[in-house]
């Protein structure tokens, strides 16, 4: 794996400090003009981020090295591309780009995000998606904190089927995928593949909404066995599903979203960590003002966990969000969550009740788009966790701010 020159701050090379700064200065002044193709639309972006507790350090660990806070820039180029061929529609991107921190350069990385989707249809009344993605970033310092690069890949393939075999009603198929691996030999235990196929019903009303049933299998296999214990053991899961699959659309403003129902959840090995009961995400999307829109989310969803003792856990939580349009060119946002961990289901050990962890989030931002292919951004951002020390997920509180700025030609 490629592995990028690494510099201290003060050895960084003056041009690419001043990139981020000179992107923003030209999505600001940067005329209205014609796209450069139909097909391909090349980008760049900069993002500038001050966080101050960059490792998401417990409130008693002093710095790592050093300072909790850290700057750091992300350049970013790439091209979004949607090409018709025939009725059959090739979308996707590639985007690629660098980042740079002030003091912890040896997290300084290449980050890579590639995506190709193919639309393809047979007739009046078949049709689906196949699809490969490829995403190289850093790994998130929420669940395992180290001073060590660990760059995390992941890999996506998916495909389905529709078949609209009657004007209310359709039937579907899809296929799905996914890898994840660390580059850093103290997490490759977290390598996983899930593998997940699903099928359905759905009626389709005459007012775009739609009622169906989902059948879904998940299964997760991991490439190395978890130690536990004084023990060596599988910690391969396989997950059925019933779900109510629902997007109702009751106005112009107003849409509910359901997708869950009843899962069960049992394990290769320690199966006493089997577990069954409500599965699902809910979304309430509404509009009062034609300017102004909400968002409510609920879920309870079983999720995988980065860490060093648990490797998954059983999540609920919920958030609400808003946009505001200002004006024609800016628009405010914010969010809030909160959400809580369950570790006790999902841990590769038995733990004594208590093993949960819970954080709550705040986000605020503004964006000024000044031509319809520019845009700049501010956001805020602050979360505090109650963690747990049972399974090492410490107690903290982080604040970051970020200034973005993006050209699409």
């Known amino acids: 794996m490629h592995s990028p020159v690494q510099t201290t701050s003060r050895g960084q090379k003056p041009l690419l400090r001043l990139l981020p700064l000179a992107i923003l200065g030209l999505a600001a002044t940067l005329p209205a003009h014609a796209e450069l193709s139909d097909t391909i639309h090349p980008f760049v972006a900069a993002t500038y981020t001050h966080d101050d507790n960059l490792l998401r350090l417990d409130d008693n660990i002093p710095g790592f090295l050093g300072p909790r806070d850290d700057n750091l820039r992300q350049l970013q180029v790439g091209a979004l591309f949607d090409r018709p061929i025939g009725r059959q529609v090739l979308s996707g991107h590639a985007k690629m780009s660098k980042v740079t921190f002030d003091h912890y350069d040896a997290f300084n990385y290449d980050g890579r995000d590639y995506l190709a989707d193919l639309l393809w249809r047979v007739g009046s009344h078949v049709d689906g998606h196949v699809g490969l993605n490829y995403v190289q970033t850093l790994t998130p310092f929420t669940d395992y904190h180290s001073t ?64 169906g049933i989902l059948l879904r299998r998940v299964r997760g296999t991991y490439e190395l066995p978890r130690f536990s214990g004084g023990q060596l053991f599988d910690n391969g899961y396989e997950q059925d599903e019933v779900n109510a699959n629902i997007n109702w659309v009751f106005s112009g403003t107003t849409q509910f979203q359901l997708l869950g129902g009843y899962a069960r959840r049992t394990h290769a090995a320690l199966t006493s960590r089997d577990s069954n009961g409500p599965n699902g995400r809910a979304t309430f999307i509404w ?49 809030v969550q909160r959400e809580r961990r369950d570790f006790n289901a999902a841990a590769g050990a038995q733990l004594p009740p208590g093993a949960s962890d819970s954080s709550n989030s705040l986000q605020a931002g503004l964006t000024y788009m000044p031509t319809v292919h520019s845009q700049i951004s501010l956001n805020a951002n602050r979360q505090r966790r109650t963690g747990s020390p049972l399974v090492g997920t410490g107690s903290f509180l982080a604040n970051s701010i970020s200034l973005n700025g993006s050209i699409q030609f």
């Open 148 to 211: 060590e690069r660990n760059l995390r890949i992941q890999r996506r393939s998916y495909g389905d089927i529709n078949w609209l075999f009657h004007p209310s009603w359709r039937v579907h198929a899809g296929f799905e995928r996914s890898r994840s691996e660390y580059d850093l030999t103290a997490q490759r235990f977290n390598n996983r593949t899930d593998t997940t196929t699903d099928a359905g019903l759905d009626f389709l009303a005459s007012s775009s909404s739609r009622v």
């Open 287 to 335: 509009s009062p003002a034609a300017r102004l829109r909400l968002t409510f989310s609920g879920w309870r969803v079983f999720e995988a966990v980065e860490g060093n003792v648990v490797n998954n856990s059983l999540n609920k939580g919920a958030s609400a969000a808003a946009s505001w349009d200002l004006s024609s060119k800016i628009m405010a946002t914010a969010r």
